[in-house]
């Protein structure tokens, strides 16, 4: 595996329309945070690499197909697949024999929910080709030689593309958070029946299929603490059903929910409710 650098190889046999977004009729796609955009046919040995990007990057695979690399692994982009990655996530991608696709940079700041976007690994979206159509004409009609006398025409194609992005990142938002969401529930609830297990970031985050950093981020914005702290809040509901049960003693209840000593437990209890784990302990005795 080669180091992560910035950089891109673009080799002159490789094909690219852009969007011309300095025209003045995509004036509001621009306002509404589009960046870049275009449709290129890429051969090897193309290659982009990117280490902090500032932008949201998405890639709609139309015929061939790529390698992707994140920090969450390493993928296959094949015809319909869809990949989108939020500012700040490393990524780099090589074409294959060849490779056809239609890809976008979008400010994190725009109007379109792009931001809550982040798919980990490729998803298969075929109707988001309907996007590519409109973006293939949109181009044609930019760069047609009465675009300047047929503005209205350019507008209207914008303004439809602009439609179809908000339709398409906001199911794919919802889309996002639902497996999000139901990833976290699998692996709070495989956690929760090994509470004695010594839990690491990257155990969690194997669990999840997910890197630690994704994971890190998606317990943050789901739950509001760190992946860490969710683990020990599992543990300190259980101890708390265990001792207020009362069949168990402080020392049995540290080492059912993965505390190293009674003391260690004792110190976390009483920092999250209150009270020292005896307390409640005695109260369920009487």
Not at 25 to 50: C, D, F, K, W
Not at 91 to 116: C, K, M, T
Request: proline share 7%.
């Amino acid at each position: 595996m080669t180091a992560w650098t910035d950089g891109a190889l673009i080799p002159p046999s490789c094909r690219e329309r852009f969007l011309p977004l300095s025209h003045p009729s995509l004036a509001g796609l621009r306002a509404n945070g589009l960046q870049m955009a275009g449709i290129s046919e890429l051969v090897p040995p193309y290659h982009i690499s990117r280490l902090n990007p500032r932008y949201c990057v998405v890639l709609y695979t139309l015929s061939g197909e790529a390698r992707l690399e994140t920090g969450a692994g390493e993928f296959r982009l094949t015809p319909e697949t869809l990949w989108i990655s939020t500012p700040g996530r490393r990524h780099r991608y090589w074409a294959g024999p060849s490779w056809e696709l239609l890809w976008f940079h979008v400010s994190p700041d725009g109007v379109w929910p792009i931001a809550g976007c982040c798919l980990d690994e490729p998803v298969r979206r075929p109707e988001f080709a309907t996007v590519a159509s409109l973006l293939r004409t949109c181009i044609a009609e930019a760069l047609h030689p009465s675009a300047q006398e047929n503005a209205g025409v350019v507008r209207a194609f914008a303004d439809l593309l602009g439609a179809y992005f908000e339709r398409e990142f906001h199911s794919e938002r919802e889309a996002t958070a639902s497996r999000s969401r139901r990833r976290l529930r699998q692996l709070w609830s495989t956690v929760d029946a090994d509470l004695a297990r010594r839990w690491t970031l990257a155990e969690l985050a194997h669990h999840a299929h997910v890197s630690p950093a994704t994971l890190h981020r998606l317990t943050s914005e789901i739950h509001g603490m760190s992946p860490l702290a969710m683990v020990a809040q599992l543990r300190l509901s259980r101890a708390r059903e265990l001792l207020c049960h009362g069949e168990f003693t402080v020392q049995e209840t540290a080492q059912a929910v993965g505390y190293e000593t009674p003391f260690s437990l004792s110190r976390a209890y009483k920092r999250h409710f209150g009270v020292p784990p005896s307390l409640a302990r005695r109260a369920s005795a009487e």
